[in-house]
């Protein structure tokens, strides 16, 4: 079992920047390839950034390429995404999710290798204009 806590979320102005952080805990942090998804409100889930478990492999959907961030510090067993240049369309809630990392190396869909993985419980972004 793997437990995942995101944190970060919050109010922010149109152009603003966010840090979102998701603690795991449980089995080898290391072992495990993390991602990130946002669902808006009235809308499906959403894949936006995805990490191997050394870093070597990085996706992005194209809506956050170039204003998102995702990294992650094994020591801390935490993945992050910084996201800067934040845009009204950002408002979602966000979720971490956690998958053996061989499963995201072998997707051909990076989003949809954590279709059975483990999943936080959300934090709320909104972005006003």
């Known amino acids: 079992q793997v437990q995942l806590v995101e944190s970060g979320g919050g109010l922010v102005q149109a152009g603003g920047s966010l840090r979102l952080s998701c603690a795991a805990s449980g089995r080898t942090f290391s072992s495990y390839a993390m991602g990130w998804f946002r669902q808006a409100p009235w809308k499906e889930r959403e894949f936006v950034a995805a990490i191997s478990w050394s870093g070597g492999s990085i996706y992005y959907a194209d809506s956050v390429k170039g204003r998102f961030t995702i990294s992650r510090d094994n020591a801390k067993n935490t993945v992050y995404l910084q996201m800067n240049s934040l845009k009204p369309e950002d408002t979602a809630v966000y979720y971490c999710?956690?998958?053996?990392?061989?499963?995201?190396?072998?997707?051909?869909?990076?989003?949809?290798?954590?279709?059975?993985?483990?999943w936080g419980q959300g934090t709320q972004v909104t972005v006003s204009s």
């Open positions: 999710a956690a998958v053996i990392n061989s499963v995201l190396l072998r997707a051909k869909v990076a989003g949809r290798a954590f279709d059975h993985g483990y």
